[in-house]
Nanobody
């Protein structure tokens, strides 16, 4: 089993920054990628960013490209999402997720394990 704990959310003004963390534990040796998704009230959960271990690199949704950066700390088994220039439309619950495949990192169906979510609220 794999456990994911996501944290770092909060309330921030538009233009501000937050850094989310996703700490993985358990049988993480099978993991191939970590992704971040978000879900706003009344909307579908959508892809935000992903990082793939095999060297393929990183992926971003167009809506966050140039503002968000995904990175990892192997020693801590943790993936970070640095969110800059935040906008009110970034308000959502953010979830990290772990995938055991390298393909389809932008699709929800590629992910097997999910964190509990962390709330991000951006005020205007």
């Amino acid at each position: 089993q794999v456990q994911l704990v996501d944290s770092g959310g909060g309330l921030v003004q538009a233009g501000g920054s937050l850094r989310l963390s996703c700490a993985a534990s358990g049988r993480t040796f099978s993991s191939k990628a970590i992704g971040w998704f978000r879900q706003a009230p009344g909307k579908e959960r959508e892809f935000v960013a992903a990082i793939v271990w095999s060297g393929i690199g990183t992926y971003y949704a167009d809506s966050v490209k140039g503002r968000f950066i995904i990175s990892r700390d192997n020693a801590k088994n943790t993936v970070y999402l640095q969110m800059n220039s935040l906008k009110p439309e970034d308000t959502a619950v953010y979830y990290c997720a772990l995938s055991q495949v390298t393909m389809g990192a932008t699709r929800r169906s590629a992910y097997d394990y999910w964190g509990q979510g962390t709330q991000v609220t951006v005020s205007s």
